[in-house]
C-alpha cells in the first residue's frame, strides 16, 4: 500500500501536465468558436491537407531522417571506439560528449550564429586567408548542422550502452574459432548492439521532426518547418483550433513511428536471443 501511495504524486503530475494539455489539444482539434458557441468540426484537420501544410510536413520529415542518418553514421563509430576495454580515454570523451548537454539550449544554438554568421569565426577564417565570405547560415545545410550538433549525444550513448553490454565470451570465441575482426564485427556486434541503434534512431528522429528552434535560428525564418508552423499559430496569428490540430497530426505521426520503432527494437532482440 506505501509502494502505491509513492506513485501518486507522479500519477497527478502526468494528469496535470500530459494528460489534460493533450485533451486540450484533441478539444481544440475538434472545434471552432463562433461568437460564444462552440461547434464540432473537421475543418481543422482538413486544412492540413492543403498542399501547402503537406510539403511543410514533408520537409520536416526529410530534414530529420538526414539528421537521424547523419547522426548514426557519425555516432556508431564513435559509440564502438568508446566502448572498446583498451579505450584509456573513455570517460574523459563522454564527459565531453556529456557537458554541452548540460547547458541550455538556446545558447548552444546561438553559438552557431557566431561561428557561421558572415562576421563570424569561419568566414573570419577564409578572409584572413583571402578567400571570400561564404553564406553559411539561413539555409537547409546549416539547420541540418544544428540538427546534428544537438542531437548526436542522444545517438551515441544508447549505441555505446548497447555494445559495451555484449558478452566479451562471445567475441573471444569467435576469435578462437577463427572469424576476423570484419566477421566479428558484422556477425555479434552489430546484430547485439541493434537494439541501441533503434533506440537511437528513436531519440533523435522524434524531437529532430518537431523542433522550431533551431530552424528558427540558424534557418532565419525562411524555412518553415511543422515545428515552425505550429509555433506560429500559437504564438502569431492567434488560431488555436488548427494549431491544435497540426500538433494533433504530429503526435499521431510520432506515436506511429515510435510503435513501428518499438517493433522493431523488439525484432532486433529477438534475432540477437
Not at 542522444?154 to 569467435?174: C, H, N, R, T, W
Not at 515545428?227 to 497540426?246: H, M, P, R, T, Y
Request: with cysteine; net charge neutral; aromatic share 12%.
Amino acid at each position: 500500500m506505501k509502494s502505491k501511495a509513492l506513485a501518486y504524486p507522479y500519477i497527478i503530475w502526468m494528469i496535470i501536465f500530459t494528460v489534460i494539455p493533450i485533451l486540450l489539444i484533441v478539444h481544440y482539434s475538434f472545434t471552432v468558436t463562433t461568437g460564444n458557441v462552440t461547434s464540432f468540426t473537421l475543418d481543422n484537420l482538413a486544412r492540413f491537407f492543403d498542399p501547402l501544410y503537406v510539403n511543410i510536413l514533408r520537409r520536416s520529415i526529410v530534414l530529420a531522417a538526414q539528421a537521424t542518418g547523419i547522426c548514426l553514421l557519425l555516432g556508431y563509430p564513435v559509440s564502438y571506439i568508446l566502448a572498446q576495454k583498451e579505450f584509456r580515454d573513455r570517460n574523459i570523451l563522454l564527459f565531453l560528449f556529456v557537458v554541452p548537454m548540460w547547458m541550455n539550449f538556446l545558447i548552444r544554438t546561438y553559438a552557431w550564429l557566431t561561428i557561421l554568421g558572415t562576421n563570424g569565426v569561419l568566414n573570419s577564417v577564409l578572409t584572413f586567408f583571402g578567400l571570400p565570405p561564404m553564406q553559411l547560415l539561413f539555409n537547409d545545410g546549416a539547420v541540418l548542422l544544428g540538427l546534428v550538433y544537438t542531437f548526436l549525444p542522444f545517438m551515441i550513448l544508447p549505441i555505446y550502452v548497447s555494445i559495451q553490454k555484449i558478452d566479451q565470451s562471445l567475441i573471444e570465441g569467435a576469435q578462437d574459432l577463427g572469424a576476423n575482426g570484419f566477421n566479428v564485427f558484422r556477425r555479434i556486434i552489430l546484430p547485439l548492439s541493434l537494439p541501441g541503434v533503434v533506440s537511437g534512431l528513436t531519440m533523435v528522429f522524434m524531437p529532430a521532426v518537431a523542433t522550431f528552434v533551431v530552424s528558427n535560428l540558424l534557418g532565419g525564418g525562411q524555412f518553415i518547418l511543422i515545428g515552425n508552423l505550429i509555433e506560429q499559430q500559437f504564438l502569431l496569428v492567434g488560431n488555436w483550433n488548427f494549431g491544435s490540430a497540426l500538433a494533433l497530426i504530429l503526435m499521431v505521426l510520432i506515436v506511429l513511428c515510435n510503435v513501428l520503432l518499438s517493433f522493431l527494437n523488439k525484432e532486433t532482440k529477438e534475432e540477437a536471443i
